[in-house]
Structure formats: structure tokens, C-alpha cells
T-cell receptor, first 115, second 114 residues
Framework: AQSVTQLGSHVSVSEGALVLLRCNYS??????LFWYVQYPNQGLQLLLK??????LVKGINGFEAEFKKSETSFHLTKPSAHMSDAAEYFC?????????????FGTGTQLKVEL | DSGVTQTPKHLITATGQRVTLRCSPR?????VYWYQQSLDQGLQFLIQ???????AKGNILERFSAQQFPDLHSELNLSSLELGDSALYFC?????????????FGPGTRLTVL
């Protein structure tokens, strides 16, 4: 079974500082990995995804993530945090299940950005 | 705006009751997924439909059922409701049933069972 683990349920950074949200995966097959963001009282919005090809993936709002097979990681980074980045972030792995497919999510990381 | 719509936005009901949540996928998307988000369980996959057929089942209770109609909208039916069913229910859609496809999420239906 595929799974993802997000280290740190709460992360706090200063505005302008580096954002690093950690995600490690477990998968017996090459994983397809996603980062979603959830703002208060809203649905999930895709930030970026890795399927195949280039291991450094760039997403929206200045976020990027690097797929590292040797470390089974897919950490999310942003060079300079903005107040508007405060939200909950979910790492997910996608895979086949039965005759279909599904996303398996991590427990989420709440990002707080302070002045 | 993801293009996925869900109604109602909020639902308050009593234990033992039955409710129906509705989802309209993005135009052209054939797959619909249902997820439950709660404080204790996190985000859990419930069920997937593709072009009207059930394709994958997750941690969906027997009291819950779903269907996808010919116009591709989907409904999630929750019956004999319990306090623990209070949660945010998300619908998502994707073009195909390929794990590389992005799933686009609706705004969710917040269910409160009193």
C-alpha cells in the first residue's frame, strides 16, 4: 500500500524566510506525488505534481518540490514566504486501487507566516 | 474556481437521518471521487466513479452509497447518520481514471450531525 508521511503538523516562519514542508513517501512502485493547499473554508487546490521526468517540479505561487528517490522524499519549498501563504498543505500519493485510482493524503502541515 | 460544484455548502441534521450530497464535475471530466475530511481521520478516500460505473472503493461505510448519473453528476447518500459522520465531504473530478491526472476539488459540503 502507498502512503505519505508529513513531518511537522505545524510550521511557523517569518515573512520573507524560506518555507520547507517535509513529505516522505512509501511505495512499491514509482510514485506519483502531489502537493495541495487548503485555505480556510475552501477546497483543495493543486500546487504541483510529480509524475515522471524532471525531478525538480515548479508549481504555482513560487512553490517547488524535488523528487528524491534515494531519500523517498518530496519536500515542498518556497524561497520567500508571504503572508498569503498561510494555509494547510497536504502531500498525497496517487495510485491504482481495485479497478480505479485514488489519492492517499498525509496528515497535513499548517503553515503560519509571521511578520 | 476549480470548476467542480458541490451542493449544499452546509447541512445540519439529526442522528438517524438521511442526506444527499451533490457534485457536478468539471466539464469533460469522466471521473468523480468522494473524500471525507475530519479532525480525527484526516482526508480519506471514499469512492470513485468513472463514466457512470463504480471503479474503486475506500473506507466507505455500508450506510453510505453513491452513484454517478448519465450527465456525469454524482450524489453521495449518507443514511442512519451518527455524530461521528460530521465532517467535510469533498468531491473531486479528473479527465480520466489515470493516477497521473490532477484531481480538481470542489469547495466541499460541511455536514453537522446533532
Amino acid at each position: 500500500a502507498q502512503s505519505v508521511t508529513q513531518l511537522g503538523s505545524h510550521v511557523s516562519v517569518s515573512e520573507g524566510a524560506l518555507v520547507l514542508l517535509r513529505c516522505n513517501y512509501s511505495s512499491s512502485v514509482p510514485p506519483y506525488l502531489f502537493w495541495y493547499v487548503q485555505y480556510p473554508n475552501q477546497g483543495l487546490q493543486l500546487l504541483l505534481k510529480y509524475t515522471t521526468g524532471a525531478t525538480l517540479v515548479k508549481g504555482i505561487n513560487g512553490f517547488e518540490a524535488e523528487f528524491k528517490k534515494s531519500e523517498t522524499s518530496f519536500h515542498l519549498t518556497k524561497p520567500s514566504a508571504h503572508m498569503s501563504d498561510a494555509a494547510e498543505y497536504f502531500c498525497a500519493v496517487s495510485g491504482f486501487t481495485g479497478g480505479g485510482n485514488k489519492l492517499t493524503f498525509g496528515t497535513g502541515t499548517q503553515l503560519k507566516v509571521e511578520l | 474556481d476549480s470548476g467542480v460544484t458541490q451542493t449544499p455548502k452546509h447541512l445540519i441534521t439529526a442522528t438517524g437521518q438521511r442526506v444527499t450530497l451533490r457534485c457536478s464535475p468539471r466539464s469533460g471530466d469522466l471521473s468523480v471521487y468522494w473524500y471525507q475530511q475530519s479532525l480525527d481521520q484526516g482526508l480519506q478516500f471514499l469512492i470513485q466513479y468513472y463514466n457512470g460505473e463504480e471503479r474503486a472503493k475506500g473506507n466507505i461505510l455500508e450506510r453510505f452509497s453513491a452513484q454517478q448519473f448519465p450527465d456525469l453528476h454524482s450524489e453521495l447518500n449518507l443514511s442512519s447518520l451518527e455524530l461521528g459522520d460530521s465532517a467535510l465531504y469533498f468531491c473531486a473530478s479528473s479527465p480520466r481514471q489515470d493516477p497521473t491526472d490532477t484531481q480538481y476539488f470542489g469547495p466541499g459540503t460541511r455536514l453537522t450531525v446533532l
